[in-house]
């Protein structure tokens, strides 16, 4: 295999990691950018995007995460 880049997890926990893992092979079979995986991956904390946590309500759509 080839070296894609690095993909940092803001979540503890193994199963989180594996759950990256996942969504990482998922966006690559569907042709997204490894640069556009990692970046929502950063995003996240505790299974959440990084404002809603924050108190903001965002919501996952076809098209990424929409008000």
């Known amino acids: 295999g080839r070296?894609?880049?690095e993909a940092r997890v803001r979540m503890?926990?193994?199963?989180?990691?594996?759950?990256?893992?996942?969504?990482?092979a998922?966006?690559?079979e569907l042709q997204v950018p490894f640069p556009t995986i990692a970046?929502?991956?950063?995003?996240?904390?505790?299974?959440?995007p990084l404002s809603a946590v924050a108190g903001r309500r965002?919501?996952?759509?076809?098209g990424g995460i929409s008000p």
Request: without cysteine; aromatic residues 6%.
């Open 3 to 5: 070296v894609l880049g």
């Open 12 to 24: 503890p926990g193994e199963h989180n990691v594996l759950n990256a893992l996942a969504a990482i």
């Open 26 to 28: 998922v966006g690559l």
């Open 39 to 48: 970046s929502a991956l950063q995003a996240m904390a505790n299974g959440y």
């Open 58 to 62: 965002d919501r996952f759509g076809p």
